[in-house]
């Protein structure tokens, strides 16, 4: 069969328009009447609020400040839980958390209102720490417990597994917040159509999403919303979740005139999410020969102030929590946690790149107490066609990892140097 | 607001503008060269590079008035004739570009890197590229639109 | 905008006019590499900027029969490309190559990071080393002030640094120098070391003189281990020693600050790639 692209190098369709500096981001688009937004955002972790704009809609060229009390229908998004504010209502539960958002007709403008919003703050006890996070005594983000999710996946029977391993290690893990610092910095345009259809130009992963927020938020039915998705300057995740969206269309909407907001890196780092860090506590067991038989992991995610996608992410650690190796006894419990921290998200991987920090240093760990190379216990216990997964999956299609360990081998020439002892 | 005149991709400007505007913001906002990128604002990420009086500069560290008498090349000024420069060609053919915000600052870097060293080694190109920052790639596909470019310059492509 | 008006400096004379006349509220810019973001970030609001970048007379890079004097205006690409700055000065080299990453280096200028005033300034602890002095000027004259003493006896606001200027090392001298940063391009100095040794004929340090950058408030001499290290022959008990010496006036001036451990490790393979680079390039000079 002759194939169109597989096997063939094919030029990317938006590569002439990006070597050349034609290609439009957000930032890119100027329009006639063209007005400028900023967001104030918040500087504590968690605190009541009492907000006060009537001096900086007084400043020349400030044209308004949009708060919570703008928001013509519901005050929530987000892609699975609505817990974003739109803009922060009674209290902040996190430091970046939009409170209002000044337009005017300069950049300049918005600083000068920016400067003059009074922002009162009651400070709350906040958490910070997950597993403090869990306990009953913890400072709640948002309801009556921060706990978010939790996944538990059992396999096999883990006491008689434990009897037949030789050799148990057990360690705890832990991985860090990641920002994705994709390189274009969030911006956008909102501006209206003729006939009033709201319009909002945005880098964007989910414009069908975005579309549906914001139509839900401005009590517009989704006809009246349309959403651009414009070049992308990277996004890795990070652009899941709603950043501007929603302020652009309202400010566009009540102002009727064109509205272009550009974050500062500094504020992109605040405004959107970042890799969710974990505490990984485990345990894996083999047997004399070099087999695993047992493994028991505790996961907990940290998902800071918003859940975004981290019912799914913890689950794909749940699920991923073995690595790619056949252990007939499982048990394993993850958690999602709130806490007062920057909210985590979607970043490449989606949970699954944290836990194999802590399943390929329990095998390193292993191979070392068996006596045995890191090769020689992944080939051992590595999926293969057939393979069942611990939450019962047969692999039946191609599960070629033993031909990338050989790959991976013979070009680092693991082995012989592990014999020499240089490893 | 303070008078100044400079070159940008051949074509001489006089124009008023704000004592704190920066370079940046003059050739994207007043001049219309939106190539040029922002990605940090502190010269960091190098998407705001600029070829000025032959040499390399982040533009978001340059105030406008700084450029009086400079003579500027933006991405928009390596097309020549309708014709794109070789680098981009091969930025294009070796899959160099992904996200694309990077690209009109890097392909300045490489610009600038061959202008003074036409046979760079890939440690040469390297060090020309520093001061650019891609996340999407890596790196290798830069080196690799590099020397390709070395050939095409020397087939006069 | 506090920024009232800007001004493109013709001649050191024109700006030493000009800072006479508003002193405290102008500043200069030269490469921009650090002010320009302070000035974004609202960090510093002069009403007055001086731009001193095209003055040629600040960009000359002279040599005479015992000097080398760098115009303030020199960038550090500039040092980079000079033949000057190979054989046994190769440290003031090394520390300007390091700085940032091409563009930051087309821009930023010597004098520039001298009087910004950072203790990570890399162009800095070399130039310390070999003993260099600036030389300023204002309406009120001219100061000439050694390097080390700026950082205490700073710069007045009417002042604008010309030039500076260092004694050639003797053939038997050798500036080396190293730098800790976070990965390798656009790293700011997490400690860095330079140092001017020279050695007799039986490799015994007759000569030395170590500047430390980012191990305190401003860079400056380690004079404890000069102390240490003069008339001594360079072996590795030696080397070991003066780490530890090191280690204890760290221990002393940065005592309570949470980057201590880390750097009290950190030092002692910078101290160490100085004094291995000597060796080594002593080495190469006998082979030749």
């Known amino acids: 069969m002759e194939l169109n692209v597989v096997g063939k190098n094919i030029i990317r369709v938006d590569a002439y328009s990006k070597v050349t500096g034609r290609a439009l981001y957000p930032q890119d688009i100027y329009l006639e009447d063209m007005v400028y937004g900023k967001t104030l955002r918040s500087t504590k972790p968690h605190a009541k609020i009492k907000v006060d704009t009537t001096e900086a809609e007084k400043i020349e060229g400030v044209l308004k400040v949009f708060t919570y009390k703008d928001i013509p229908n519901e005050n929530k998004h987000g892609v699975v839980l609505k817990d974003h504010e739109v803009f922060a209502s009674e209290k902040v539960i996190r430091i970046g958390e939009p409170i209002a958002f000044i337009v005017g007709e300069t950049q300049e403008a918005c600083e000068e209102g920016y400067e003059k919003i009074i922002v009162d703050y009651e400070e709350l006890d906040a958490v910070f720490d997950p597993v403090e996070a869990m306990k009953e005594d913890s400072p709640k983000v948002h309801g009556d417990s921060n706990i978010i999710l939790y996944y538990k996946l059992r396999h096999g029977d883990i006491e008689e597994g434990k009897k037949k391993c030789k050799y148990i290690v057990e360690n705890t893990y832990k991985s860090p917040m990641v920002e994705h610092a994709f390189l274009q910095p969030e911006a956008g345009l909102g501006y209206l159509e003729e006939d009033g259809t709201v319009v909002v130009a945005v880098a964007t992963q989910y414009p069908h999403y975005d579309r549906e927020e914001i139509a839900i938020n401005l009590g517009l039915p989704e006809e009246k919303v349309k959403v651009i998705n414009t070049n992308i300057g990277g996004a890795f995740g990070a652009r899941e979740d709603i950043s501007i969206q929603i302020h652009l269309a309202l400010a566009a909407k009540v102002l009727k005139r064109p509205v272009k907001v550009i974050f500062s890196r500094e504020e992109s780092f605040l405004a959107h999410s970042k890799r969710h860090p974990m505490i990984m506590k485990y345990k894996t067991g083999a047997d004399e020969n070099g087999f695993l038989q047992y493994m028991e992991a505790e996961i907990v995610g940290d998902s800071g102030a918003h859940a975004s996608w981290a019912i799914n992410v913890l689950r794909k650690s749940g699920v991923h929590a073995t690595g790619p190796y056949v252990i007939p006894n499982v048990k394993v419990d993850s958690y999602a946690v709130y806490t007062n921290n920057p909210f985590t998200g979607a970043m490449r991987g989606f949970g699954a790149t944290q836990v194999s920090i802590a399943y390929e240093q329990q095998m390193d760990e292993l191979a070392e107490k068996l006596g045995i190379s890191p090769i020689e216990i992944r080939m051992k216990n590595i999926f293969r066609k057939g393979s069942m997964t611990a939450t019962g999956q047969i692999l039946t299609d191609s599960v070629p990892l033993d031909k990338c360990i050989e790959e991976v081998n013979r070009d680092f020439q693991f082995l012989e140097e592990s014999e020499e002892g240089a490893i | ?157 | 905008m506090t920024l009232k008006e800007v001004y493109n400096g013709r001649s050191v004379e024109e700006v030493v006019g000009l800072l006479g006349e508003y002193g405290n509220g102008a500043k200069l810019i030269s490469g921009g590499t650090d002010i320009v973001i302070e000035l974004k970030n609202k960090k510093i609001t002069p009403k007055i900027l001086i731009d001193i970048s095209k003055i040629e007379e600040l960009k000359e890079i002279r040599e005479d029969e015992n000097y080398i004097t760098l115009g303030s205006g020199v960038t550090f690409t500039e040092i980079i490309e000079n033949p000057l700055f190979s054989g046994n000065l190769h440290g003031l080299y090394k520390a300007c190559r390091m700085v940032g990453s091409p563009q930051i280096r087309n821009k930023g200028t010597i004098g520039g990071n001298i009087a910004n005033g950072s203790s990570a300034a890399d162009g800095v602890p070399p130039l310390i080393a070999l003993g260099a002095t600036i030389k300023t000027l204002s309406i009120e004259g001219t100061r000439e002030i050694p390097l080390e003493d700026y950082y205490i006896d700073k710069l007045k606001s009417n002042e604008i640094i010309i030039e500076v200027k260092f004694k050639k090392p003797n053939n038997n001298q050798i500036l080396t120098f190293a730098k800790l940063g976070l990965r390798k391009a656009l790293a700011i100095s997490r400690l860095s070391i330079a140092s001017l040794i020279g050695l007799n004929e039986e490799g015994i340090i007759e000569s030395v003189t170590i500047a430390s950058g980012a191990l305190g408030k401003y860079p400056m001499r380690e004079e404890e281990v000069e102390e240490y290290l003069i008339n001594k022959k360079i072996d590795e008990k030696i080397i070991e020693e003066a780490i530890t010496t090191l280690q204890n006036s760290m221990d002393e001036r940065l005592k309570g600050r949470s980057t201590l451990p880390y750097k009290r490790v950190a030092v002692s393979s910078i101290l160490r790639e100085n004094l291995e680079e000597l060796i080594k390039s002593r080495i190469e000079v006998e082979a030749w």
């Open chain 2, 1 to 157: 607001m303070v008078n100044i005149s400079l070159t940008v991709n051949e074509e001489l400007f006089e124009v008023s503008v704000r004592e704190d505007l920066r370079l940046i913001d003059l050739l994207r906002d007043e001049l219309g060269l939106i190539g040029t990128k922002e990605g940090c604002g502190e010269g960091e990420c190098g998407a705001c590079t600029i070829i000025m009086d032959g040499e390399t500069v982040n533009s978001c560290l340059v105030m406008a008035f700084q450029a009086n008498g400079s003579n500027i090349l933006t991405i928009e000024g390596m097309e020549k004739e309708g014709n794109i420069h070789p680098i981009q060609q091969a930025y294009i053919d070796v899959g160099a570009v992904q996200c694309g915000f990077c690209i009109p600052g890097m392909v300045l870097s490489t610009k600038a890197l061959l202008d003074k060293n036409p046979h760079p080694s890939k440690e040469e190109i390297r060090e020309g590229i520093s001061g650019n920052l891609c996340r999407c790639t890596g790196y290798n596909k830069m080196i690799h639109a590099t020397e390709k470019a070395m050939e095409y310059m020397e087939e006069g492509k």
